[in-house]
C-alpha cells in the first residue's frame, strides 16, 4: 500500500514539474551556445510510445524540433558531454530542478547513427548503435540519473576511436523510471546532435537492433537493473567492432522536421550564439553501471 501511495504521489508531482531536455554540447574543453547543433524541441516532456518514430530524435506531437544548420566538428576518441536541463530556459537560480526531477530515476544511454547529411538525416530507422550507458549501482542504491543531477547536468560520452570519418547523429537518452511498473509508463527523454566525425584510427560503421527493458517497479528496491538496448558498441583490437549491435526499424515513415514554435513559455528556446565558451563542470558524470 505504502510504495502505491509513493508512486501515485510521485506520478502526480511530475506532472506539473518534471520532464528534461538536452541543451547543449560540450568537447574537450569547449561548449557551445544553448541549442548549438542540437534539434532541440520546444516542449520539455517524453516520449512514452517505444514504436513511435519520435523516439529516434524526439519531436512527437506538440515537442516540434527545431531544425540547425551547425554541424559541431568531433574527434574519434573524443570524450564529449551533454548538458540537461529541466527546460531551455532553467538555470540554478531560476528553476529549483534544473537538471530534472530527483523522482525521474532511471538510465542514462547514447547512440550514434552515422549519416550522409546530419542537417537534413532524419532519425528513425536502422544504424542506431549505442556507445554509453549507466544503469543502477547496486552497492549505492543510487541510479544514473542521480548522478546526472550531482554532476550538474553533465553526461559524459566517449566516441569510439576506431568509427569511420563522417557525418552523425548523436542521441544522449535518460529513461525515467518512476511510473514504469505499468507497461507504457516509462518516460523516454532524448534529443540528436549533430556532429562530425575525424581522425579515427579505423572504419568500424556497426550494425543496428534491441533489447526492451523498460517494465520496472523501482519502488520495490530492486537489487539489479537490465538496461534496454543492445551492449555498447566497442573497438577490438584491430580497431573495428568486436561485436556488432542492432536496434529494430520503427514502422513509422520518416519524420520530418518541423519549424519551432513557443507554445509553452517556459521553454521558449532561446537565440543561439555563436561565441564559445570554456566548460565550467569538469565531473565525470554517471559512470558506475551495475546490470546482471
Known sequence: ???SITFALASLTCIASCHTIFVQFGVEGTTYPVSHGIRDPTYDGPIQDVTAQYIACNGGGQQATAPSSDIINVKAGDTVQATWRHTLTSTAATDSVYVVDPSHKGPTLAYLKKVTDATTATGPGSGWFKVQESGLNTATGKWATEDLIANKGVQNIVIPPCLEDGQYLLRPELIALHAAASKGGAQFYMEC??????GGTGTANPATATDPGIL?????NPTSYTIPGPAPFTCGAGGDSTTPVVEPEVSAPPVSVAPPHSTFVTSAKPKASTVKAPLKS???GAHAPVHT
Do not use: C, E, H, P
Open 216 to 220: 520496472i517497479n523501482i519502488y520495490d
Open 1 to 3: 500500500m505504502r510504495l
Open 193 to 198: 546532435a549533430q556532429i562530425n566525425v575525424s
Open 282 to 284: 569538469t565531473g565525470t
